[in-house]
């Protein structure tokens, strides 16, 4: 079995954001000091790079090994419209390809599986497919695909997260979404490879990946017959999902591991990896298999124990600030389903507003980020990524 001649470990640094109640005012995040002590020094996440830099001769063939730092197994929900979890995300990005390519600054451009066009003016995005585009088994990725996908997470059948105010914000989607329409009246296949989506309002981040334009289809072809609440327990999201991706899954051990191979039919030629292994792995035992090279490549490798695995050798360390964040929240009552809001409860234990803000202030996060996750985490003092 031929192998890469070193491996990398990726890093993710995380922005953290606090707030308090409905209010930014006593809002707490981790914060890098700017000490010079040795913690933070060996953790300034902007002296990491992003990529791997390598001229030696591409192999032909070989297996990568590739490890996901988790302490769970994962979901294995293999479609973009119902996973829920970041590591199935990691699962799925050697076989599911987002639609839009994106920029440094995760803006849509041109170039991808498909262009988006924005009419401001009418309100109005086109989407047009590669002609050449077609899932990982060689059926055509058309816009019936693009539809469906649009149609499945706006049914009032899907459980899932994707639904909300940006498809909310498509002509007629309530009216579907309530069972008063069969159809969007706002999405239209313009032809086999084009979809017209209308748009109640536009705003600027519909020009950012992740702004309010869905990034996916869905193989509708593999979903025939199977209901809308089945679809998560289905074989196209649990055994055999299908993608246009450069590889597709060959075997899923459920929890544990999947095995992918090249995509035949990808639009930007067979890749040259004869296979990927990617395995989730304890974030306990970890660093002693890389002491002993069992893994080409390791994802999410945890930022609190950063000390023990920051020189390791025959590895290159990659990063940046993750495009995430957390935050402080505090129960303030009841979740009420109709208004789709909550019930104050004035009589709550943390009802009173100056309580809350003392409780962020209270929290030492300069303190937690420097000593807890050595730097890797820092203050989180706006919604769009630095």
């Known amino acids: 079995m031929k192998k890469t001649k070193f491996g990398m470990i990726t890093l993710l640094a995380a922005l953290v954001l606090g707030a308090c109640g409905q209010s930014n005012e006593g809002g707490t995040g981790a914060t890098d000091t700017g000490e010079s002590s040795s913690d933070a020094a060996a953790s300034d996440i902007s002296t990491l790079p992003l990529a791997v830099v390598n001229d030696d001769e591409v192999i032909e063939g070989g297996v990568l090994d590739v490890a996901v730092v988790m302490d769970t197994q994962f979901q294995g929900l293999f479609q973009w419209e119902f996973y829920q979890d970041a590591y199935d995300r990691d699962f799925m990005l050697p076989s599911h390809e987002y639609l839009f390519l994106q920029d440094e600054d995760f803006k ?62 498509i002509v007629g989607m309530e009216e579907y979404h309530s069972g008063e329409a069969d159809t969007i009246s706002g999405i239209t296949a313009v032809s086999d490879k084009v979809v017209e989506i209308e748009f109640k309002e536009m705003h600027p981040g519909m020009q950012q990946s992740g702004g309010a334009i869905w990034n996916s289809a869905l193989a509708k072809h593999t979903f025939e017959g199977i209901e809308v609440a089945d679809m998560p327990s289905s074989d196209p999201v649990r055994t055999n999902p299908v993608g246009f991706g450069p590889y597709k899954m060959s075997n ?66 990659l990063g940046r600030p993750e495009q995430s964040y957390t935050y402080l929240g505090f129960n303030l009552g009841t979740w009420n389903d109709e208004t789709n809001s909550v019930d104050f409860d004035p009589n709550a234990k943390m009802a009173n507003k100056a309580l809350r803000q003392a409780m962020g202030y209270a929290i030492d996060n300069d303190a937690i980020g420097e000593r807890f996750y050595h730097g890797l985490r820092s203050n989180g003092t706006t919604l769009i990524p630095p």
């Open 108 to 169: 849509i451009i041109d170039g991808g599986p498909a262009d988006l066009d924005l009419d401001v003016e009418n309100n109005k995005a086109t989407i047009t497919l590669r002609d050449e585009l077609k899932w990982s088994d060689g059926v055509d990725v058309t816009a019936e695909d693009v539809i469906f996908s649009y149609e499945v997470i706006g049914h009032q059948d899907y459980d899932g997260v994707r639904y909300n105010n940006d498809f909310t914000n």
């Open 252 to 317: 899923i051990v459920p929890g544990e591991t999947v095995e992918y191979v090249p995509n035949e039919h990808y639009y930007g030629g067979t890749p040259t990896l004869e296979k990927i292994v990617m395995r989730n792995v304890p974030s306990a035992s970890i660093n002693e298999a890389l002491n002993a090279k069992q893994y080409d490549l390791v994802l999410k490798m945890p930022t609190d124990t950063f000390d023990t695995y920051q020189d390791m050798d025959g590895y290159q360390m």
